[in-house]
């Protein structure tokens, strides 16, 4: 009697599991390929990560730390990014944030390849033109229109959402992007 009661405990929570599942969108068939699930990095993380001083151009510009933000797949993929500190520097007006991806990255119309990036951007009509430019020499590689993000109400000096929401937050504005294959 016992095993019997046991069983239908073990039967009702799968069931219910598998009803969460299914009402929450998470595909369970045999046979699927497993998508992977990236994650907010840890402080240690983006700390190994991100440089103290950023390679931007011919200068080495220090980053703001307490700033940084990214996300990770958990398996040593990173897409992340920290604020400049570029008062007095040349690269003072054009670039705001440095930005390391390592898996290409959709933005916009673009696809970033993995690489070291440098974020500016320009206020228009109730978004940010964001521009994408290579670290080492400054040249554009991607260029997206950041809106605001619906329904914020936290305004972030930096941050990467990771899967559900997948923004790269300026403010109050947001970048969707998605993990390029």
């Known amino acids: 009697m016992i095993q019997i009661r046991h069983h239908r405990v073990t039967r009702r929570h799968f069931t219910l599991l598998l009803s969460c599942l299914l009402l929450s969108g998470v595909r369970v068939s ?23 001083r950023a390679p931007v151009e011919k200068e080495r510009i220090e980053t703001e730390l307490r700033n940084a933000s990214g ?10 990014g920290v604020v400049l500190i570029t008062a007095g520097y040349s690269a003072e007006g054009k670039y705001s944030h440095y930005f390391v991806t390592e898996v290409p990255l959709q933005v ?20 940010l033109n964001v521009h994408f430019y290579e670290a080492t020499t400054g040249k554009v590689r991607a260029s997206v229109d950041a809106k605001v993000i619906p329904g914020t109400t936290r305004v972030e000096s ?5 899967q559900g929401r997948s923004y790269i937050q300026i403010g109050r504005f947001g970048i969707p992007f998605r993990i390029a294959r």
Not at 30 to 47: D, V
Not at 71 to 80: D, Q, R, S
Not at 109 to 120: A, I
């Open 30 to 52: 045999p046979g699927q390929p497993s998508t992977e699930t990236w994650r907010s990095a840890t402080e240690a993380e983006l700390k190994a990560l991100l440089p103290a």
């Open 71 to 80: 996300i990770t797949n958990g398996h040593g993929k990173f897409v992340a």
């Open 108 to 127: 916009g119309d673009d696809t970033l390849p993995p690489g070291n990036y440098v974020l500016g951007w320009q206020h228009g009509d109730a978004m």
């Open 158 to 162: 930096f941050k990467i959402w990771p």
